[in-house]
């Protein structure tokens, strides 16, 4: 675990880690609400910070409600920014397609985690360096180069950026 560092916050429960090596700090929902079979709703948490700069958080899901229950999050991982002062949110979203899930006030809806961010220098050239990887992406790996799809919306991926 990387050194600890300082994160002012509020919050009506804070966040915790439930075991020391844990990654991501528990987060509480600070609403009682009922997500139907494939709904989606932003939950509060009543946690807001202070990160420090160069830092940022990241909202993700919990791997047992989404195991158990199908509840993932829509835009995961949410991103905090270090400037951000309002209220964490989380845009949770019942995949299940028949059962509701309720969410009662205190709840481990999320969790979050700190991590440090470095800003792009975008410096822009004609031609990127050659790496081993080329364009190859997208499941080439130890397989035949994609043939060009014309229904492929995105053709540009495998024809264009050649070395
Ligand atoms: O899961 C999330 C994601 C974001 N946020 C908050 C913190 C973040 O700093 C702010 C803006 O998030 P983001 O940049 O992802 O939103 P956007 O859609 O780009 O909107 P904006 O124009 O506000 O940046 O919303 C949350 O509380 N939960």
Redesign the pocket.
């Known amino acids: 675990m990387a050194e600890s560092v300082e994160v002012l916050i509020t919050a009506s429960v804070l966040p915790n880690y439930a075991h020391p090596g844990d990654a991501g700090a528990d987060l509480h929902s600070a609403e009682a609400l009922t997500l139907a079979p494939g709904a989606r709703s932003l939950v509060g948490t009543g946690v807001s910070i202070a990160l420090p700069s160069g830092f940022a958080a990241f909202?993700m899901p919990r791997s047992g409600l989404a195991v158990k229950h199908g509840i993932t999050?829509v835009?995961s991982p949410?991103?905090?920014?270090a400037?951000?002062r309002?209220?964490?949110?989380?845009?949770l979203l019942n995949t299940d397609l028949t059962e509701p899930f309720r969410i009662e006030i205190g709840d481990r809806i999320a969790q979050l985690i700190v991590m440090p961010v470095a800003h792009a220098t975008f410096i822009p050239v004609e031609h990127l360096p050659g790496s081993q990887r080329g364009v190859g992406g997208f499941g080439s790996t130890g397989t035949a180069p994609a043939t060009p799809n014309q229904d492929t919306p995105n053709q540009a991926v495998q024809t264009g950026g050649a070395l």
């Open positions: 909202v999050i835009n949410g991103t905090v920014d400037g951000y309002g209220e964490i949110k989380v845009a």
